[in-house]
C-alpha cells in the first residue's frame, strides 16, 4: 500500500473512529453511563498532536468530572464512563444542534506522553440503544471481544 493511501486511510479512520475528532462519529442518542464514573485525571489533560503531526487535540477541564476537548475548531464534552473495567468515555459534540454521542475507549501511557483512542464500532453497539442500561449491558457483554473497537488513533503530548 502506498504511503500516500495509507496516509489518507489513517486520516480517514481519525475523522470517522473517534468523535473527539470528527461530526460523522457521533451517531448515539444517549451517553454511556448518565453521570461521570471518575473524576478528571489532570494526566490527560494538555495539548495533544497525532503521531502523523497534522492533528491538534486539547483536552481541558470544565469541572472536576467533566473535560472540554478542542479539536480543529469543534468542541466536545467529554467524562469518563468505566465499563467492565474499561476506560470508556462518553464524548458529546457540542457544535451541532442534535449533539450526538461518541462511544470512545482511552489508554495512556505509563510516563503519560501517548494517548491511544479507538471508537466503539458501531456494528458491535448499534447505535439505536434507546437507554444507557442497554448500553452498558452490551459493553460489559462484549468486553473482551477485539471488534468492539475500531482503528487505534495515537496521540503525543507536546510539551
Same mark, same amino acid.
Not at 46 to 64: C, I, Q, V
Not at 66 to 93: K, M, N, W
Given at each position: 500500500?502506498?504511503?500516500v493511501?495509507l496516509?489518507?486511510?489513517r486520516?480517514v479512520?481519525?475523522?470517522?473512529? /473517534? ?8 451517531? $448515539?442518542?444517549?451517553? =454511556?453511563?448518565?453521570? !461521570?464514573?471518575?473524576? @478528571? &485525571?489532570?494526566?490527560?489533560l ?6 502523523d ?5 486539547k ?9 472540554? /476537548? ?8 467529554? $467524562?469518563?464512563?468505566? =465499563?467492565?473495567e474499561? !476506560?470508556?468515555?462518553? @464524548? &458529546? ?23 491511544i483512542?479507538?471508537?466503539v464500532?458501531n ?5 439505536g ?6 448500553v452498558v ?5 462484549h ?17
Amino acid at each position: 500500500m502506498s504511503s500516500v493511501k495509507l496516509a489518507w486511510l489513517r486520516v480517514v479512520g481519525l475523522a470517522i473512529g /473517534v468523535c473527539t475528532l470528527a461530526f460523522t462519529a457521533c451517531q $448515539y442518542e444517549i451517553p =454511556i453511563t448518565s453521570a !461521570p464514573t471518575q473524576k @478528571v &485525571q489532570e494526566r490527560l489533560l494538555g495539548d495533544w498532536t497525532s503521531a502523523d503531526g497534522r492533528e491538534k487535540l486539547k483536552l481541558r477541564s470544565l469541572d472536576d468530572s467533566i473535560y472540554i /476537548v478542542y479539536y480543529d475548531g469543534d468542541l466536545f464534552r467529554a $467524562y469518563h464512563s468505566d =465499563i467492565a473495567e474499561t !476506560p470508556f468515555a462518553t @464524548v &458529546q459534540d457540542l457544535n451541532s444542534s442534535n449533539r450526538k454521542y461518541a462511544y470512545i475507549i482511552w489508554k495512556l501511557s505509563d510516563d503519560g506522553k501517548n494517548l491511544i483512542l479507538r471508537n466503539v464500532n458501531n456494528k458491535v453497539v448499534p447505535k439505536g440503544i434507546r437507554d444507557s442500561a442497554g448500553v452498558v449491558a452490551l459493553l460489559t457483554r462484549h468486553a473482551g471481544n477485539p471488534d468492539l473497537f475500531g482503528e487505534e488513533i495515537e496521540f503525543k503530548k507536546e510539551n
